[in-house]
């Protein structure tokens, strides 16, 4: 384990090892939630609300889809060389009735993923920066 | 018949799409040309342009309108360049065509053209941490053909769609375009080739994605008065679609991380694909069932079969069945991307829905050669930009 590290967006998930979370927001007059969080402006445009309060979103949902990338991406993408193909998941959180994006934990492919299935919120690192590890949120199968 | 909100389609021209390299003005210089003279009328009879803009090639590509018309030389024509992400064009036809609907002019130019670079398109530069665009490349790595997987396996895991059945959208369109003089792609595909294509975001195979390309199209938008003054039976846009999503959008898009959350409002009965054309039929007073044909927006083939859907051709899930009777073929009760679609000519983002137009104007009036669909009447366009910009374009004769 190096000494030190960051997360790649400071403010959008805890770094929680054990039980990290996404950070949003969520509108305190009609009640929608936000990731990444807002925290100016409600966007249902029948609300005119303009204070937030800041919530954790739910560790667990259910995949929506799931794809992944064999060919680097290119910048701001920091890519592995050589590059490690990663899959990338929708999962479907039912309390804030949204779908997040994230990348799958390394290890896990397409072939243990379908439609359905629970996942929860990991830490990985996305790429070293010098001597930092500078970290995500990734989806990762509950049974695996 | 016609009714007061329609303008005729004097004229329409393309540059072919390739890898060309050269300045997008060329191009579009190229395309009006074209359109003009199938137009016969002068660049000094245009009064008002509207351009679409390209975001990769500098400033004069955020003024389009205004570069194409200047290398055409200036003559004094109202001016407007506009931008909508891959739905641009579709706001360029819709501001000239709003335009002479108003009286303020009689005739305008519509013209879109790019040059993109080599491979993925990424984003803009810099360090722009609000920009979601940026951030879905800098978190996830998440090109377009990673929404495209995302939308592939959904239809496999919830309708049953093969690879086979993406495959078989290829071979269609492959065939379409085979004879198409615009086209880039003119090859006849087999499935085999198709399915052993390299693996890109599975289950998208490299021959599922359309390619980036450079290309340029135009057309000459007419008021009804003027263009009976020149022809009989003019080509005519019955309608023009530019919706944006109802909230909560519920259905991942790019360049979002996250769907909105319908906690405080369902999601609205009909999805924001499916409006696309929804509002263009209404707005004709035309249905789904009226279609002769339909250019959809394939940006892959998966996506193609969800198109089927959104535009009323099937019904969810029924999309694999028309493609494997043979409907959505040429010679099918309604043949879908005529012109080989993206899978043929790659995305040419500011010209593609300009060069759908042009599709549909060949079409109708029975100048598409080989890939002529009989008895063409009524033609649909639809195509959707990121950052929520619907495009659909209905067309009749």
Redesign the interface.
Known sequence: MSAQRRPAMDGWFTLDDAAPQLLGTRCTACGTYFFPREAAFCRNPRCAGSEFEDVPLSRRGRLWSFTDNRYPPPPPYVASDPFEPYAVAAVELEREKMVVLGQVVRGVGCDQLHAGMEMELALEMLYRDGDTDVVTWKWRPVHV | MSSDKEVAVLGVGMHPWGKWGRNFVEYGVHAARAALADAGLEWTDVEFVAGGDTMRNGYPGYVAGASIAQALGWNGAQVASTYGACATGAQAIDLARARILAGLCDVALVVGADTTPK??F??AGG?R?TDPD??????????N??YF??????RM??FGATLEDFARVKVKNSRHGLANPNARYRKLYTMEEVMAS???????RLLDICATSDGGAAVVLASMAFARKRTARPVRVAAVSTVTPR??N?V?EMP??????????DAPDVPFRDSIARRAYESAGIGPEDVSFAEVYDLSTALELDWYENVGLAKPGDAEKILRDGTTSLGGRQPVNPSGGLGCFGEAIPAQAISQLCELAWQLRGQAGERQVAGAKVGLAVNQGLFGHGSAVLAKI
């Not at chain 2, 940026?134 to 090109?143: E, I, K, P, V």
């Not at chain 2, 390299?198 to 998208?204: A, F, H, N, R, T």
């Not at chain 2, 979002?256 to 409002?265: E, H, I, P, Y």
């Open positions: 491979g993925f990424a984003p360090e941490k940026w951030l879905r490349f800098h978190l996830l790595g998440a090109t053909p990673i997987g995302l939308y592939a396996r959904r895991e919830i390299q693996i890109v975001s599975d289950p998208l909230f909560p519920t991942i979002n991380f996250a769907t909105d959350s319908a906690v405080a409002v």
